[in-house]
């Protein structure tokens, strides 16, 4: 039997992300992380901010948009331009002596998560609560 050495593995962390809209595509974004997506018009260095945000989850609980959350962003760092992998097609008609090939790399541009913030959804939840703390009061006083 193996023994314990006594160092406790580490569960897990429960990191909060975002699920966000940009270039036609939705993407699952979790801070300092790099993501490919569509060519931007940004140069390297630069922030940008992304304020189609469909879903925050800061670990504890889950805010859902209509269709987007307000005042929700997203910054992010452009780290470089870049292409993707190659894919060829390659289109044949049997028997017609028919052949086309092409090939496609799509621009790209990897970006690293600065910072997912929720903005009014701090708001939204103090209320909620203050909603609630009415409702226990009036149920005991009545």
Request: aromatic share 4%; charged share 35%; net charge positive.
């Amino acid at each position: 039997m193996p023994k314990d050495t006594g160092t406790k593995k580490s569960a897990p962390k429960n990191d909060g992300y975002a699920i966000v809209e940009t270039s036609g595509q939705q993407f699952w974004l979790q801070e300092n992380r790099y993501y490919d997506i569509d060519r931007l018009k940004a140069k390297v260095d630069e922030t940008i901010t992304l304020e189609n945000v469909l879903l925050i989850n800061d670990g504890k609980s889950s805010t859902i948009g209509k269709p987007f959350i307000n005042g929700a962003k997203v910054e992010l760092k452009v780290m470089e331009h870049r292409r993707g992998q190659k894919i060829i097609v390659y289109k044949m008609r049997p028997k017609k002596k028919t052949r086309r090939k092409n090939g496609h790399r799509q621009e790209l541009t990897r970006v690293m998560v600065k910072s997912i913030s929720s903005g009014g959804v701090a708001k939204a939840k103090k209320a909620e609560k203050a909603e609630k703390a009415e409702k226990a009061e009036k149920a005991e006083k009545g």
